[in-house]
């Protein structure tokens, strides 16, 4: 009987063209979910100085990013989902080429650099081909800039992070892996497929993040996954259990429950042109001091700023914001970081509310710090894994229709990471500010990006212009909102 039921599954395996390595369900939802408003590359930039060779960038590449597989790995779509293959005619000039910039009568370098971010981030990439590519600025005041632009079914933000340190003077390349086991004659690890692509990312994925975050329902979710087990545990692991279905279920019904969000200027029907803008970095020093005085988390800080930007910038044309709010989804990483070089996407979604109405900067921080903790200890993240692991196993017009639920409740994307307090070199070059943005799915139009780096907070946006034709009057609002809550805090009493 076994050896039948291996002949059938290899069979259905050759009939559905499952060969090369497949790729995971949420992996698969990524790569069908560019539109022709939104592509799903993550893009990000360098600013490098003095300037750097494109000889020197391109053996680091080989050395370093060309060890992980999937930069030399096409992204083939088939009838049972998407699979891995190597690309047979690799070209690393494909993907690494060099750029000078023309600036307008009246436009800054920085202006000028803008521009051509926003003209790549609409710009498709080869699907005949590994789903990436470098652009080298050649003689960007005095140095080099680096548009870096990747797929987002190759990996999530902290995995690209990882990747991307790679590259830098001292980075290494990725860890060796352990040799997969042979599959078995005639099955050709289609059960392992399966496990990988269903199972695991609704079980014991989800169960290590929790651990990894300290979450007490880490064991009872890897017990979801194996109920079987559960017989074997103990009082205190059933009630755990218990407790565990009742926040899911709480979390499940407020994801669906989401009422659609506030109808602003920021919210519509996105076109096929974008921009960008960013800050200079503002001290993260100054940031940990004014968190320090008001009881806030650094993140509390710079969200009520963000916050901040978007209301004044709304004011600024005229809009009534008085007890508005907009939601923008946050990623929250699902995985331990030192398995982030393995690349792929494990990472959820959790709504934030952020407060644009609130003009005094105390309490608009003090919402934002109320709205923060209460997302702890939400499984949101984990639900909104498994809806896109569902996407990925859907047709194209049904992902669609499943994932438009978080654009109608959406305004924005947006990323805060933290970045090497020191700033990094790069075949000898100093990298002296990088910034990246994720894409925006659906009809959301706003991407907005906090990073910190070398002692420093960046603040960055994405727009689409037919929603926000200027995103730099949103950049000008943010200092000035942070330097509100300095002000009060230098005026709060010094003492113990």
């Given at each position: 009987?076994?050896?039948?039921?291996?002949?059938?599954?290899?069979?259905?395996?050759?009939?559905?063209?499952?060969?090369?390595?497949?790729?995971?369900?949420?992996?698969?939802?990524?790569?069908?979910?560019?539109?022709?408003?939104?592509?799903?590359?993550?893009?990000?930039?360098?600013?490098?100085?003095?300037?750097?060779?494109?000889?020197?960038?391109?053996?680091?590449?080989?050395?370093?990013?060309?060890?992980?597989?999937?930069?030399?790995?096409?992204?083939?779509?088939?009838?049972?989902?998407?699979?891995?293959?190597?690309?047979?005619?690799?070209?690393?000039?494909?993907?690494?080429?060099?750029?000078?910039?023309?600036?307008?009568?009246?436009?800054?370098?920085?202006?000028?650099?803008?521009?051509?971010?926003?003209?790549?981030?609409?710009?498709?990439?080869?699907?005949?081909?590994?789903?990436?590519?470098?652009?080298?600025?050649?003689?960007?005041?005095?140095?080099?800039?680096?548009?870096?632009?990747?797929?987002?079914?190759?990996?999530?933000?902290?995995?690209?992070?990882?990747?991307?340190?790679?590259?830098?003077?001292?980075?290494?390349?990725?860890?060796?892996?352990?040799?997969?086991?042979?599959?078995?004659?005639?099955?050709?690890?289609?059960?392992?497929?399966?496990?990988?692509?269903?199972?695991?990312?609704?079980?014991?994925?989800?169960?290590?993040?929790?651990?990894?975050?300290?979450?007490?329902?880490?064991?009872?979710?890897?017990?979801?996954?194996?109920?079987?087990?559960?017989?074997?545990?103990?009082?205190?692991?059933?009630?755990?259990?218990?407790?565990?279905?009742?926040?899911?279920?709480?979390?499940?019904?407020?994801?669906?429950?989401?009422?659609?969000?506030?109808?602003?200027?920021?919210?519509?029907?996105?076109?096929?042109?974008?921009?960008?803008?960013?800050?200079?970095?503002?001290?993260?020093?100054?940031?940990?001091?004014?968190?320090?005085?008001?009881?806030?988390?650094?993140?509390?800080?710079?969200?009520?700023?963000?916050?901040?930007?978007?209301?004044?910038?709304?004011?600024?044309?005229?809009?009534?914001?008085?007890?508005?709010?907009?939601?923008?989804?946050?990623?929250?990483?699902?995985?331990?970081?030192?398995?982030?070089?393995?690349?792929?996407?494990?990472?959820?979604?959790?709504?934030?509310?952020?407060?644009?109405?609130?003009?005094?900067?105390?309490?608009?921080?003090?919402?934002?710090?109320?709205?923060?903790?209460?997302?702890?200890?939400?499984?949101?993240?984990?639900?909104?894994?498994?809806?896109?692991?569902?996407?990925?196993?859907?047709?194209?017009?049904?992902?669609?229709?499943?994932?438009?639920?978080?654009?109608?409740?959406?305004?924005?994307?947006?990323?805060?990471?933290?970045?090497?307090?020191?700033?990094?070199?790069?075949?000898?070059?100093?990298?002296?500010?990088?910034?990246?943005?994720?894409?925006?799915?659906?009809?959301?139009?706003?991407?907005?990006?906090?990073?910190?780096?070398?002692?420093?907070?960046?603040?960055?946006?994405?727009?689409?212009?037919?929603?926000?034709?200027?995103?730099?009057?949103?950049?000008?609002?943010?200092?000035?909102?942070?330097?509100?809550?300095?002000?009060?805090?230098?005026?709060l009493p010094w003492g113990e």
């Amino acid at each position: 009987m076994d050896h039948r039921v291996a002949a059938v599954t290899q069979a259905l395996s050759t009939a559905i063209g499952l060969e090369g390595e497949r790729m995971s369900k949420v992996d698969t939802a990524w790569l069908r979910m560019d539109s022709p408003s939104n592509l799903m590359m993550i893009v990000g930039i360098w600013i490098l100085q003095p300037a750097l060779s494109r000889d020197a960038l391109a053996e680091r590449i080989t050395e370093r990013l060309l060890r992980y597989r999937r930069f030399r790995q096409i992204a083939r779509e088939d009838a049972a989902g998407a699979a891995w293959v190597d690309d047979p005619d690799f070209d690393l000039a494909r993907h690494l080429g060099t750029h000078r910039l023309k600036r307008a009568r009246g436009q800054s370098a920085q202006e000028a650099l803008q521009a051509r971010v926003a003209a790549l981030a609409m710009q498709p990439l080869d699907h005949a081909h590994p789903l990436w590519r470098f652009e080298l600025i050649e003689q960007y005041e005095g140095g080099s800039a680096l548009i870096a632009r990747i797929h987002h079914c190759i990996g999530d933000g902290i995995a690209l992070i990882s990747v991307m340190m790679s590259l830098v003077d001292g980075g290494a390349p990725p860890p060796q892996r352990s040799r997969a086991k042979p599959a078995r004659e005639g099955v050709a690890g289609a059960e392992d497929w399966v496990a990988d692509t269903l199972i695991r990312p609704l079980g014991d994925l989800t169960a290590r993040a929790l651990e990894v975050a300290g979450g007490g329902a880490a064991k009872s979710l890897a017990l979801v996954a194996a109920p079987q087990q559960a017989f074997t545990g103990t009082v205190d692991q059933a009630l755990d259990i218990a407790r565990l279905g009742g926040q899911l279920a709480s979390d499940a019904a407020a994801l669906a429950l989401m009422p659609d969000d506030s109808k602003t200027r920021l919210k519509g029907m996105p076109g096929a042109v974008k921009k960008v803008a960013w800050c200079q970095p503002i001290p993260l020093d100054a940031v940990k001091a004014v968190g320090k005085a008001f009881n806030a988390s650094v993140n509390d800080v710079l969200l009520s700023c963000v916050a901040g930007a978007i209301g004044h910038y709304l004011r600024g044309l005229g809009d009534n914001t008085e007890g508005q709010e907009i939601r923008a989804m946050v990623p929250i990483n699902l995985r331990p970081l030192e398995d982030a070089w393995k690349l792929g996407n494990r990472f959820g979604l959790v709504p934030l509310l952020l407060p644009i109405g609130i003009t005094n900067p105390v309490e608009r921080l003090y919402a934002v710090r109320a709205r923060m903790n209460e997302l702890k200890g939400s499984l949101q993240p984990l639900l909104a894994f498994g809806v896109l692991s569902l996407a990925g196993l859907l047709i194209k017009p049904a992902q669609d229709a499943l994932l438009s639920l978080f654009g109608r409740k959406t305004t924005a994307v947006m990323t805060n990471v933290p970045g090497p307090a020191k700033k990094l070199q790069v075949c000898g070059s100093t990298l002296e500010q990088t910034m990246f943005w994720v894409p925006q799915t659906g009809n959301v139009g706003l991407g907005v990006s906090v990073l910190s780096y070398g002692g420093g907070v960046q603040f960055g946006v994405i727009a689409d212009t037919a929603l926000c034709p200027e995103p730099q009057a949103i950049i000008d609002g943010f200092t000035p909102a942070f330097n509100q809550l300095l002000a009060v805090t230098l005026m709060l009493p010094w003492g113990e």
